[in-house]
Nanobody, 123 residues
Framework: QVQLVESGGGLVQAGASLRLSCAAS????????MGWFRQAPGKERDFVAVITWPGIMTYYADSVKGRFTISRDNAKSTLYLQMNNLKPEDTAVYYC????????????????WGQGTQVTVSS
């Protein structure tokens, strides 16, 4: 498994931008499909975006398509999520996760998770 640590969350106003980072340990980061998920208060954890290894394909939830961009720097073992035009409904704890094999948007398919970073968007 790979160890993951998210950062970059915060409190912003609607329409603002944030960039989340997820630092991974180990030398095998480039072999993992990497995903972002989020969990709002009182709700289940949902898929946000995924990027395949070595970073050729990306997939997004409909709710963030056109506003969020997932990317990775394999040399730095870091995953990113650029979030633009943030909305109050984007408020959640954001988690990065890793899995080998084929990409997936299913939470249960991921076996390595970070601790999460809080994003709060005020109206």
């Amino acid at each position: 498994q790979v160890q993951l640590v998210e950062s970059g969350g915060g409190l912003v106003q609607a329409g603002a931008s944030l960039r989340l980072s997820c630092a991974a340990s180990g030398r095998t980061f480039g072999t993992y499909n990497m995903g972002w998920f989020r969990q709002a208060p009182g709700k289940e954890r949902d898929f946000v975006a995924v990027i395949t290894w070595p970073g050729i394909m990306t997939y997004y939830a409909d709710s963030v398509k056109g506003r969020f961009t997932i990317s990775r720097d394999n040399a730095k073992s870091t995953l990113y999520l650029q979030m633009n035009n943030l909305k109050p409904e984007d408020t959640a704890v954001y988690y990065c996760a890793a899995k080998r094999g084929t990409w997936s948007d299913m939470i249960t398919d991921y076996d390595s998770w970070g601790q999460g970073t809080q994003v709060t968007v005020s109206s």
